[in-house]
């Protein structure tokens, strides 16, 4: 007997190369000249993917600091 199928969201711990340009805001050139080179990629056959994580570090420690009002 088979057990029941439950559907519950799973958050995503990385992206494909398209997903992690649209999560970042940028197009994939962008992408491509000036997050990927900085970031680690998970690499399972043939698939590479980048870690939220991996593209959360990049954007923190690239953000520019608040300017004074």
Do not use: K, W
């Not at 870690?51 to 300017?67: G, K, M, S």
């Amino acid at each position: 007997m088979s057990r029941p199928r439950v559907d519950i969201a799973v958050p995503a711990l990385a992206l494909r190369r398209a997903e992690a340009a649209a999560a970042c805001g940028v197009s994939l050139e962008t992408f491509d000249q000036h997050i990927r080179p900085h970031i680690r990629a998970v690499e399972v056959g043939t698939v590479v993917t980048y870690p939220v994580a991996e593209l959360q570090r990049f954007l923190a420690e690239n953000a520019r600091p608040r300017r004074a009002a």
